[in-house]
């Protein structure tokens, strides 16, 4: 087939997809238009639900039983794919058009060897002897990176590792080398460190081969990294498209603005420059508005010619713009200089006295192992430490941040905090008494009061049969904070005040509550008692981006209100730099690095910080990084090294001393420990992972003839 | 694997003992059984001293738990006893009996085995067509019409409506396929909507997946996706449930050999039981608990076999 530079590989024209329910016709997708040509990467962003799988599966023609294709069409290489046979499309999938799920180890068939399931590919579609096959197969899964690719062919997919699986399903979608590849957020179930290697490997082999794709993700950070040009939808539409580098410098629609005010870049400040969440909530499908579907959320809109009629898209000029449209009426009338880009600027908090003072603290869980191996060495009892030598205190009013990756021990911190576990050693102490020994049942109202939590997943911690009135009126009885029934709900009502929700929710159940709305009401629940510490473990990571900056807002205006202390468990960076005075970084269930947000973010570094910083997409063209990509997977905590945990993957690893001494904890400043072999001069002189440029040499306010009015 | 097996094997034996204690408490003690055996065994004419006589001879007069060893030693050398009813050995009724059943269980699974899971997938394939609906209804249908009235309706159809078969299965002139199709007819019908509702809702499950969505856009052939990718992650619920009806069908068969006169298992177990024969009973007892515990065993190995996930942990 003659590509030729200007003839897209796909071309999507007035493409509207729907879902038939119950409830009637959803319209999820409306008025698509996309055009990919050869190499190039569209990144699709939008909040849950805006249609972004759905325009996948309809490129596939896979829409299950109840989606279909309403109009519009979508041809590949010239042929219109609404128009094929089954038996066309057959040969087209998985060998002109592959697809990259999201969560790899759902997507592999558990009682196929991966071997046997890369390999019927290339047979079914080039007919090629089962030799020929295997070898391919071989060649695909060692140019993904993964070490020894024979034990991966004779492995099930539950053998290997998360990260070694996603490489097996890109392999398995580049092995016919597909013109096409279409990615729905193939990494958003992987750590950050696997991710930022998966990406790599994804551009890697799309420029070796020359495949187009379209990159669908949530993460405006990822697709900036990944993309040539990016749609952003908003509710089965496209708002707004371009090019990278326009849509990011000059973002015209109100909501691809909001969205950047929602992200915790790296010019965000939790006192200077808050977060300003997008007033409002997603429209249901069937509940649009007319006119534009922003036009409720919208800070422009104006009656009358807003909610007059659909609005069509507009191409934009002027100011650097690169093939940019926008779904706006009024987007040249804005002018986002004159608006201030954050929240409200607020006071920094005082800190207090300690509240809360870890000393050594060891949790370590002991591990029946069943196997003949094991009975015949006689080590059936294997010891998991799951915290090793924890070290920290915090203050009151204070956030402290616990970052990491999976398996580093972070919700083991949170549950020995909690009394859900006792510690195996060391000391906590939580104003004044060491709490470390004292399993939850025997503690007191007061200090379970003065101590609670805020879930990741507040589903699974609401009860679904109690109303939310019912359910924080609960809380305040059980600590005594009141016992009277009128004072109580009157409590009540004041929580929900507190955390933004409409008084009427006093009546709802859980079922009735949407995601951001559910957690609202844990951090309510969480409040209640007048805890002088909240551990709150990932709470907003389950969320959309911009129900995610109302929470995480919402969590700091109640905590500076109550001058609660704030443990912050989470595995993002670019959260925790924005809210934390201080980060704890763990790695295999120690402590790598701590001190002040401000010192971990700036050089001398632990080569693992280092890592981390690197990984974490930002949303930001200006933003320059220097790029770290690991080698590698996170060993077991089955399995730790026996000297620096990190040695496995460390690209500043000094040798042998690393292999086998645990490495000395370094005071860099008075505050900031780092825990490396290598010595403090050294870390020194290495330079800063990110950089930031200064407001006056950006872009956008170059650009414009009026600078911009930042306070 | 083998460790899995042999603690497989270990927790069989176990079971069988302690069900063998159970039984010779109920049987063969008059902790629950009232009455004196040996006037059971010899009638209520016979003296005191005849009767004192047969228990010397028989080892009643020995400690409880002696007579357990010695039972247990018997039965394991293979030793059952004799029979009061059949006035013999058991080993000479038991096993024939025995043969009898499996042949009549044989003919089931044959029939019920490849049918059930060829509806249960063709439905479960196409969740909600109409095939699938006739299916399920069918098999819901059979299933809950219980036995004895199928052996009615069937009798009532083949043996005296259209005079085609016989209505009794005794073979008394030897073996007689024709006299085994009924008792195989009524069997399968009531147990073939069981395992086809089982496989079809398994199968619809795993059309579902993810996994399934993968195959078909790797762009294999639908026949493959099936054959290769839906049908052993399909077929290992159902599995299950077979080997688990082997043991049903134990069961199944009392009133099915009973209503047709036929020469099994089933028929002697009712047989023992109303008559009080206790060695017979205990020989009956044993052989199913033997199966049941068997199947379930099979069951076991068999699903961490067809299942990767558990196979390799
Ligand atoms: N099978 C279905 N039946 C009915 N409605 C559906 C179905 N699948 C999706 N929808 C609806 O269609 C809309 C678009 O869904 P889609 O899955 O494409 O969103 P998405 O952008 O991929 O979201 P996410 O980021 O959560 O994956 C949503 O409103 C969703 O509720
Ligand atoms: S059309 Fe009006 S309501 Fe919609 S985004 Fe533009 S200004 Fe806002
Ligand atoms: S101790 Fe060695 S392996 Fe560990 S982080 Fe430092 S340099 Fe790397
Ligand atoms: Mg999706």
């Not at chain 1, 069409?73 to 999201?102: C, H, P, T, V, W």
């Not at chain 1, 409720?296 to 093939?323: H, L, Y």
Request: glycine share 8%; charged share 20%; hydrophobic share 40%.
């Amino acid at each position: 087939m003659a590509d030729s530079r200007d003839e897209p590989v796909l071309e999507i024209k007035d493409l509207n997809l729907s879902y038939y329910t119950r409830a009637g016709e959803i319209p999820a997708v409306i008025d698509f238009s996309l055009e990919v040509m050869k190499g190039e990467t569209i990144g699709l962003v939008g909040e849950s639900g805006c249609g972004k799988s759905t325009v996948a599966m309809a490129i596939m023609q896979y829409m299950g039983s109840n989606g279909g294709i309403k109009s519009g069409s979508i041809k590949f290489k010239g042929r219109d794919l609404n128009k094929m046979s089954d038996e066309e499309l057959r040969r087209l999938r998985g060998a002109e058009i592959s697809m990259i799920y999201q969560e790899p180890f759902a997507a592999l068939n558990p009682s196929l060897t991966i071997g046997t399931q890369l390999m019927e590919v290339p047979i079914t579609h080039e007919h090629i002897p089962e030799p020929a096959a295997y070898d391919r197969a071989v060649q695909m899964l060692s140019d993904v990176k993964l070490p020894d690719p024979e034990r991966v062919m004779a492995a099930y997919p539950h053998q290997v590792s998360g990260g070694q699986q996603q490489r097996v399903v890109i392999a398995m979608a580049l092995l016919s080398q597909p013109s096409l590849l279409l990615l729905d957020e193939p990494t958003t179930a992987l750590d950050v460190t696997v991710e930022a290697g998966i990406v790599k490997l994804i551009a890697d082999i799309s420029r070796k081969y020359g495949t187009s794709q379209i990159y669908i993700s949530h993460n405006l950070g990822l697709i900036l990294e990944t993309c040539d040009r990016v749609f952003v939808m908003y509710s089965g539409e496209v708002v707004e498209e371009g090019t990278i580098n326009s849509l990011f410098t000059w973002p015209k629609h109100p909501y691809t603005h909001g969205l950047f005010g929602c992200i915790p870049l790296p010019t965000a400040d939790k006192n200077a420059a808050p977060l300003k969440p997008i007033r409002g909530q997603l429209p249901l499908p069937h509940e649009r508005p007319r006119g534009c579907n922003f036009g409720p959320r919208c800070d422009f809109f104006e009656g009358g010619r807003c909610d007059d009629k659909n609005i069509a898209m507009t191409s934009v000029t002027g100011s650097g713009a690169t093939d940019h449209r926008v779904r706006c009426l009024r987007w040249q009338e804005i002018d986002y200089g004159k608006q201030v880009a954050h929240g409200e600027v607020k006071p920094p908090m005082e800190v207090g006295e300690k509240v809360l003072e870890i000393n050594n603290m060891q949790k370590y869980y002991e591990i029946h192992d069943r196997s003949i191996a094991a009975l015949i060495a006689g080590k059936t009892v294997k010891l998991v430490k799951a915290n090793e030598a924890i070290d920290f205190d915090a203050r009151r009013g204070e956030t402290v941040a616990i970052v990491g990756e999976s398996g580093c021990g972070k919700s083991t911190f949170a549950k020995v905090l909690m009394g859900l576990e006792t510690a195996t050693s060391g000391v906590v102490r939580h104003e004044g008494n060491d709490i470390s020994q004292i399993a939850v049942r025997q503690r007191d109202t007061k200090q379970i009061g003065s101590l609670q939590m805020v879930f990741q997943s507040p589903s699974d911690t609401l009860n679904p049969s109690h109303t939310v009135g019912n359910q924080i009126g609960r809380v305040i009885k059980k600590f005594g904070v009141e016992s009277d029934k009128a004072k109580i709900r009157e409590r009540v009502l004041k929580l929900l005040d507190v955390v933004k929700l409409p008084r009427d929710f006093y009546f709802r159940r859980p079922r009735q509550l949407s995601g951001g709305q559910k957690q609202r009401v844990g951090i309510a629940r969480a409040f209640a008692g007048n805890p002088s510490m909240v551990i709150a473990d990932e709470p907003v990571s389950a969320l959309d981006v911009s129900v995610a900056a109302a929470v995480t807002e919402l969590l700091m205006e109640i905590q500076r209100e109550h001058k609660t202390t704030l443990l912050f468990i989470s595995h993002d960076l670019s959260v925790v730099r924005y809210l934390a005075d201080s980060i704890v970084v763990m790695y295999l269930g120690q402590i790598m690095e701590r001190g002040s947000t401000e010192e971990i973010f700036s050089p001398p570094y632990h080569p693992y910080t280092e890592a981390l910083l690197s990984a974490v997409p930002i949303a930001d063209p200006e933003v320059t990084k220097r790029e770290i990509v690991l080698e590698g997977n996170l060993p077991s905590v089955m399995n730790p090294p026996a000297g620096c945990p990190f040695v496995t993957r460390c690209p500043r690893k000094l040798g042998k001393v690393c292999e086998d001494e645990r490495p000395p904890v370094q005071m860099a400043a008075d505050g900031h420990a780092i825990a490396c072999h290598i010595p403090l001069e050294e870390l020194r002189k290495i330079e800063s992972v990110i950089k930031v440029p200064q407001l006056d040499e950006r872009i956008h306010v170059k650009g414009t003839k009026e600078t911009a009015t930042v306070d | 694997m083998l460790i899995f097996i042999l603690k497989r094997l270990g927790f069989m034996a176990l079971t069988m003992v302690i069900v063998s204690m159970v039984l010779f408490i109920l049987l063969e003690t008059n902790l629950f059984y009232k009455g004196d055996v040996a006037t059971r065994v010899l009638g209520p004419y016979v003296s005191a001293e005849q009767r004192e006589m047969w228990r010397e001879q028989h080892g009643y007069n020995e400690p409880t738990y002696k007579r357990y060893f010695l039972w247990l030693g018997h039965f394991v050398t293979g030793d059952l006893g004799s029979s009061l009813r059949f006035k013999g050995p058991v080993n000479d009724i038991l096993w024939g009996r025995l043969w009898n059943t499996a042949i009549l269980g044989f003919w089931v699974f044959a029939i019920m085995i490849p049918v059930s899971l060829i509806l249960g997938i063709l439905a479960g394939m196409r969740e909600g067509s109409k095939l699938d609906r006739t299916i399920s209804v069918t098999s819901i249908i059979t299933t809950s019409v219980p036995e004895f009235a199928s052996c009615v309706i069937f009798a009532a159809i083949f043996v005296f409506g259209l005079k085609l078969l016989p209505g009794t299965s005794g073979m008394a002139d030897g073996f007689d396929f024709k006299q085994l199709i009924l008792p195989v007819l009524v069997l399968f019908t009531y147990d073939f909507g069981y395992v086809a509702r089982m496989t079809r809702a398994s199968m619809a499950e795993v059309m579902t997946t993810q996994y399934i969505r993968t195959a078909v856009l790797k762009g294999l052939p639908y026949k493959r996706v099936i054959m290769r990718h839906a049908l052993r992650n399909a077929l290992i619920a159902p599995f299950t449930v077979i080997m688990l009806q082997i043991n049903w069908l134990l069961s199944g068969v009392i009133v099915v050999e009973f209503f047709f006169a036929y020469k099994g298992f089933g028929a002697l177990l009712l047989e023992a039981s109303l008559n009080q024969d206790i060695a017979l009973l205990e020989a009956c007892a044993m052989v199913a608990v033997f199966v049941a515990v068997g199947t379930q065993m099979i069951a076991d190995i068999g699903y961490t076999y067809l299942n990767p996930r558990i196979r390799f942990s």
